[in-house]
DNA sequence: TTCCAGGGATATA
DNA sequence: TATATCCATGGA
């Protein structure tokens, strides 16, 4: 169990702001589900409780890094001083990179509830038992599954980039990704089936910790489209010019002020 | 009935 | 490089 004191970690702010599909609500807090764990995070006060286990969720929770700082950076930006006050509570996941590829190929033009349905079941057909829940399936889990059967999970025209992308990283398509530098781990992503821009910014952001990108969806997009940035690229573009290596927290603060 | 959802691939010019 | 069209599916 970790009891965590502070303003700048919210169990259903972060939930809530869709980085993280496997979740539900439980008790006072909410039930998730990470590769092969699970946890329960519920926030009272400013006290927050993790049940799992520690040494994971720790890093997964991104314990160690100051948040009061990161905040209080974004917030120094005029435009973004409200909505980071407000999503102060939002910690960035460190979520599993197979995982997050997976997942948010399925997420391209798709409805939150619709994607985590899509997860779930993927999760219960091909996961590890874990005795009440499964775990995300591994790469070689997938290994001989063919697209008609993601297809028959609810996965829609995503089902032949999963299956394209499996096969992919079991080729070794995500080896070494880690040390590469953003731009470099950005094209690497897109080189896979169904993984363009946006989703290649999420991948970046939740699966590899790096924090100099802005995803940008059609909220982002709606929340930024001015005469000048009447492209989805243009406000990236401009947004990353702007905040730097912060992008990636105050992309997440005004998708939550947004949608959550 | 149409529109929309954490878009991307492909064809075309 | 920029634009047009198609792609499943479920909820509003």
Known sequence: MITFNSEYFDAAATVACGQLFRYHAEGEGYRIYAGKNTALVATAGAVTTVEGDDDFFRIYFDLDTDYKEIAARCAAFPEVGEVAVRGRGIRILRQDLFETLISFILSANNNIPRIQGIIERLCAQ?????GGYHAFPRPEQLKDVRAERYRALGAGFRDAYVA???RAVLEGGLEGIEAADTAEAGRRLCAFKGVGRKVADCILLFGLGRTDVYPVDTWIFKAH????LDTPEKVRAYCLERYGAWSG????????????
């Open 164 to 166: 394209e992308t499996v």
């Open 126 to 130: 091909y996961g590890d038992d874990m």
């Open 225 to 228: 489209r001015t005469a000048a």
């Open 249 to 260: 927290y105050v992309q997440q603060y005004i998708y939550y002020d947004k949608r959550g």
